[in-house]
């Protein structure tokens, strides 16, 4: 059964940092792509930062420079480090495995 613990999300304040985790169970973690999706209220999904099984990156463009995401396959987690925040930032965040699975969704905000 494939399972997914998301934690690290949380208040921050402009300018401030998170890190995302996404503990993952019931599949071959290291063999699949990861990303970070992310929901604003009343907007579509849209997708974060990718990671490939190889370990290449890369990330939509209102967060290079800010974010990073990496993988730790001995633990079978995804992280996405998130720096510079800022209030459009502000979104439930979806940790997803290959193409079907996903996370819960993790609820950060940034205000002041």
């Known amino acids: 059964q494939v399972q997914f613990v998301e934690s690290g999300g949380g208040l921050v304040q402009p300018g401030g940092s998170l890190r995302l985790s996404c503990a993952a169970s019931?599949?071959?973690?290291?063999?699949?792509?990861l990303a970070w999706y992310r929901q604003a209220p009343g907007k579509e999904r849209e997708l974060v930062a990718t990671?490939?099984?190889?370990?290449?990156?890369n990330y939509a463009d209102f967060v290079k420079g800010r974010f990073t995401i990496s993988r730790d396959n001995a633990k079978k987690t995804q992280y996405l480090q998130m720096n510079s925040l800022k209030p459009e930032d502000t979104a439930v965040y979806y940790c997803?495995?290959?193409?079907?699975?996903w996370g819960q969704g993790i609820q950060v905000t940034v205000s002041s």
């Open positions: 019931g599949f071959t973690f290291a063999g699949y792509s």
């Open positions: 990671i490939s099984s190889a370990g290449s990156t």
């Open positions: 997803r495995a290959g193409l079907v699975y």
